[in-house]
């Protein structure tokens, strides 16, 4: 295409994610409380032996499982019931042969038994004695000490963001402070004169700004702390003064809008104006997505996405989102899950760039259909209705109704109607 050196889209990740990596990577140390969604920079290791204690896992009665092995209903076996243990206090008691300790869910296991065998399967005879009515094996209803994570053990490796059942293995652990790698500051820019604020009614050829909550949106959930800089009219030097001062205090910029070859798209020019600044690429063979342009400067990355609000995400998703997890040190990279629907409409590639159609699924028993949502890149509501997204490369023929597709799932849309398909 004239104008343009496009580049396939495997090869602009490549670029991005290769730069990335070589840029330096802060990191500090958070209260547990806060580490929700932050990225680990080193092995969490565990101090001590996670549970401290050997413990019960039931109400019931801890024992000698070789008492146990001709107890039968008809035919129980008496025990000895010579004491308690108190949830919370150490277990003073020996369990000998013939004997049983009563004890408590999560309680500590008195020594000398080796199994617990559940309240249900006992009953107390008249003379205070125990009835064991089934055996019990070596083992049973008891986690030893260090079962759930031995001392020097890998509790949380690094380069994982932290869910919510790693905040509770941090506590299970007594880890109040984690060591993660320090937010990426992204700075939003938004450019165009047509643009307005959300809370006002546009006049005749204005649009309400979009882009930049959607890109601040996309770049917190990614781990960043972002900052929306002032919209900017299409003029080279106000988004040069703009770009200017956010290189400054910013790891990441995104420029939405006026990176594309028009007599008014001035983002290119602005950008490659910064002093000392490197552009890596400048348009990608994808649809939507062709004017996407990376530039670096020092340790700041630049990335100009499309103006219309489908193509820039696509692009932050496709390309923007793999780079960040990479800046991060993250090894467990943000994963769709894909499944195979048939079409229920045709799709049309393009013949000179791969395209990403956006898809709605509806289920029909344990089929699953997918919908093509209309390209058009102005469609805001594109974003919400769909599930999910197929990937066709440049010059591939028609894809016909019925034709089987694979379909890459949204992580937020993985509850909906259809999650009983992909179970």
Not at 198 to 222: C, H, K, W, Y
Not at 231 to 242: A, F, H, K, N
Request: charged share 20%; net charge negative; proline share 7%.
């Amino acid at each position: 295409m004239k104008g343009w050196n496009l580049i396939p889209l495997a090869q602009a990740r490549r670029i991005a994610r290769d730069c990335a990596e070589k840029l330096p990577r802060h990191t500090e140390m958070v209260d547990f409380q806060q580490a929700l969604g932050r990225i680990t920079a080193e092995n969490i290791i565990n101090p001590a032996d996670n549970p401290e204690f050997d413990r019960t896992t039931v109400d019931g009665y801890a024992l000698i499982a070789g008492d146990t092995v001709p107890a039968s209903t008809d035919a129980p076996v008496r025990l000895e019931v010579i004491g308690e243990v108190r949830m919370g206090h150490q277990a003073v008691l020996r369990v000998q042969p013939g004997q049983a300790v009563r004890v408590p869910t999560g309680g500590i296991l008195p020594a000398g038994a080796d199994s617990v065998i559940m309240q249900e399967y006992t009953r107390r005879s008249a003379d205070g004695g125990l009835l064991i009515e089934q055996p019990v094996a070596p083992g049973q209803n008891i986690i030893w000490r260090g079962d759930d994570t031995p001392a020097g053990a890998v509790v949380i490796p690094a380069g994982r963001r932290i869910g919510i059942p790693d905040i509770g293995v941090l506590a299970s652990c007594g880890l109040t402070r984690v060591r993660v790698v320090k937010r990426l500051v992204a700075t939003i820019i938004t450019t165009g004169d047509e643009v307005v604020a959300p809370g006002m009614v546009p006049e005749p050829g204005q649009i309400r700004d979009v882009n930049s909550f959607t890109l601040s949106a996309l770049a917190e959930a990614a781990g960043c702390e972002t900052r929306l800089a002032d919209r900017i009219p299409d003029s080279c030097t106000g988004l040069l003064d703009t770009l200017q001062r956010a290189v400054a205090e910013s790891d990441l910029i995104l420029v939405s809008g006026g990176s594309s070859v028009g007599d008014r798209d001035f983002t290119t020019a602005a950008i490659t104006a910064i002093s000392d600044v490197e552009l890596l690429f400048h348009g990608v063979s994808l649809k939507p997505g062709k004017p996407t342009l990376l530039a670096r400067r020092e340790n700041t990355l630049i990335f100009g996405v499309p103006g219309h609000t489908v193509a820039a995400m696509t692009v932050f998703q496709e390309i923007v989102e793999p780079t960040l997890a990479a800046w991060q040190g993250m090894t467990e990279l943000p994963c769709r899950i894909a499944v195979r629907a048939k079409l229920g409409s045709p799709l049309r590639p393009d013949r000179e760039r791969d395209e990403i159609f956006r898809v709605r699924l509806e289920t029909n028993g344990n089929d699953l259909t997918a919908w093509p949502l209309p390209a058009k890149s102005g469609l805001i509501t594109v974003m919400t209705r769909a599930h999910g997204m197929v990937y066709t490369q440049a010059g591939q023929p028609e894809l016909r109704v019925g034709d089987e597709v694979a379909v890459q799932v949204l992580p937020d849309r993985l509850s909906g109607p259809f999650r009983g398909v992909l179970q």
